[in-house]
């Protein structure tokens, strides 16, 4: 089984312990799981990718029955389906998306985590539970020193990046296509997530998306020039 990556040249962990207890309803919840689905991963999922990304995806939390079943982020959901498709589209997958981690995919330049490493109930994670995962978060960006752009999909993600990096709120305002300048950093590039509620609705389309990555393409090859 291919396992997630990340890289190792920082002080610190850029992933919780597997057994990690900063949030004791996540904890709870993730371990309540055990017994009724002794197969699935159920612990902290690792950010996955290429140690060498120039992209970093951020999304929320781990989904109960995609990320925390299957240990890898976003894989085993309809998210996971639309992400892995438009990553391929664009360059940054070798081979083929199949909604488990033992698929033998692997992502090229890019890597992806998300903002609160546990399944939160209901998919709902609270302020305090997101600001206890955020080192994570900060050593994660951190780390990757070809960083150039950042996406973050949803309003929580976006906010959770912008405090990891300790800048302001309100100088850079989540907006759906939106490119942030950030000071001596990457670019920080806004999508709607990629769930399935929002797509059901129409607030995301395979075709907004798919310009969001267009977005993102032209950051990566305008950096490279």
């Known amino acids: 089984m291919s396992k997630p990556s990340a890289p190792s040249n920082l002080k610190g962990p850029t992933d919780p312990h597997p057994e990690c207890d900063r949030c004791e309803r996540l904890r709870a919840f993730v371990v309540s799981w055990r017994d009724p689905e002794p197969t699935w991963h159920n612990q902290p999922v690792r950010t996955f990718g290429d140690p060498e990304a120039q992209l970093l995806i951020v999304g929320l939390a781990p989904g109960l029955k995609g990320?925390?079943?299957?240990?890898?982020?976003?894989?085993?959901?309809?998210?996971?389906?639309?992400?892995?498709?438009?990553?391929?589209?664009?360059?940054?997958?070798?081979?083929?998306?199949?909604?488990?981690?033992?698929?033998?995919?692997?992502?090229?330049?890019?890597?992806?985590?998300?903002?609160?490493?546990?399944?939160?109930?209901?998919?709902?994670?609270?302020?305090?539970?997101?600001?206890?995962c955020r080192p994570f978060l900060s050593a994660t960006i951190a780390a990757y020193q070809d960083l150039k752009c950042i996406l973050a999909l949803g309003r929580i993600a976006h906010e959770s990046v912008l405090r990891a990096l300790s800048l302001r709120l309100k100088e850079y305002p989540f907006t759906h296509g939106g490119l942030h300048d950030l000071p001596d950093g990457p670019i920080?590039?806004?999508?709607?997530?990629?769930?399935?509620?929002?797509?059901?609705?129409?607030?995301?389309?395979?075709?907004?998306?798919?310009q969001v990555f267009a977005g993102i393409a032209s950051v990566l090859n305008n950096g490279s020039e």
């Open 67 to 132: 990320a925390n079943r299957t240990g890898r982020p976003f894989t085993g959901d309809y998210a996971g389906d639309l992400l892995y498709e438009t990553l391929g589209k664009y360059g940054f997958t070798d081979g083929q998306y199949d909604r488990r981690p033992d698929d033998g995919l692997q992502l090229k330049g890019a890597a992806i985590t998300n903002a609160v490493r546990c399944v939160p109930p209901q998919n709902k994670p609270t302020g305090a539970e997101i600001a206890n």
């Open 188 to 210: 920080l590039a806004d999508s709607y997530h990629c769930s399935r509620y929002n797509t059901n609705t129409g607030r995301l389309t395979p075709e907004m998306f798919d």
